[in-house]
């Protein structure tokens, strides 16, 4: 697991240190063993963990560069939110990317958690905080809103949907990732107003492929201007119900 996650983290131009990839060892056996007790993932074969998981969460690097910044004493960087992060993806793998960032991974699955924690534990993750909820409920939560610089999110929900459950954790000029393949296209033409309640606007799309892959996905990055209006995110289940 060690060698080929290396091999193919190296061909995207990131490195990651022995003890890195120690904790995604660690990670990948405890993913594979609670597996069979209860659903984390359908992926489980080693090349395809590798791949659809951890080098597809750690690629934000490719975009934001954030190795080299941290380095800087005024790197902007500083707190990541993961919004429904399930297994841990892409939280974990960031996690043990950048030591030097404080993450909070959020989902509504206390199980999920509980797997992660045994996680944290185990692999001595020691820059992550877990919290259990609805993103509708604790974008609300002042210890929460608008709190954070990066806001990451994965297979969690239809973009439209899911600008509602992010962009309230993100500070006025943070960033909001959304992990996407060849759906976005078709989700960013039905989020025109969602970005406009929201006020928030498309930076940029990165677009790559999975290495050892012909596996095509997209970084969507947008941007928040202004502060939010009180009334979002609406309550829990309605961003989805009736979406912006
Ligand atoms: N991000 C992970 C990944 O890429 O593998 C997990 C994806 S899984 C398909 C979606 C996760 O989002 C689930 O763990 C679910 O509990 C969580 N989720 C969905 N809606 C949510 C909400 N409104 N608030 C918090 N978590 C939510």
Redesign the pocket.
């Known amino acids: 697991m060690k060698n080929y996650l290396k091999e193919n983290a190296n061909k995207v131009g990131i490195n990651l240190t022995e003890k890195m990839l120690t904790k995604f060892e660690i990670f990948y056996n405890l993913l594979i063993e609670t597996n069979k007790l209860f659903n984390l993932?359908a992926i489980t074969e080693m090349h395809e963990v590798v791949l659809k998981?951890f080098i597809d969460?750690i690629m934000i690097e490719k975009y934001f560069k954030l190795n080299d910044k941290m380095d800087e004493d005024n790197c902007i960087y500083k707190r990541v939110i993961?919004?429904?992060?399930?297994?841990?993806?892409?939280?974990i793998p960031m996690s043990i990317l950048y030591p030097n960032i404080e993450f909070v991974l959020?989902?509504?699955?206390k199980k999920?958690l509980n797997f992660i924690e045994n996680v944290l534990e185990k692999a001595d993750i020691n820059n992550v905080l877990l919290v259990h909820?609805?993103?509708?409920d604790?974008g609300q939560n002042l210890q929460y809103r608008e709190k954070f610089d990066l806001c990451v999110?994965?297979?969690?929900?239809s973009l439209p949907v899911l600008l509602e459950?992010c962009i309230p954790f993100v500070r006025v000029n943070g960033k909001f990732v959304s992990?996407k393949s060849e759906l976005l296209k078709e989700e960013l033409g039905q989020s025109k107003k969602a970005l406009s309640i929201l006020h928030c606007s498309l930076e940029e799309q990165f677009e790559y492929t999975i290495p050892d892959s012909e596996l095509y996905r997209v970084l969507a990055i947008f941007s928040k201007e202004k502060k939010l209006e009180k009334k979002y995110p609406r309550q829990?289940g309605k961003?989805?119900r009736n979406p912006l």
């Not at 993961?82 to 939280?91: K, N, S």
């Not at 959020?106 to 699955?109: E, N, P």
């Not at 999110?153 to 929900?157: C, F, G, H, L, T």
């Open positions: 993932t998981h969460s993961d919004v429904g992060t399930g297994a841990g993806f892409p939280g959020m989902d509504s699955l999920r909820g609805r993103a509708e604790l999110s994965r297979a969690v929900a459950l992990y829990a961003p989805k």
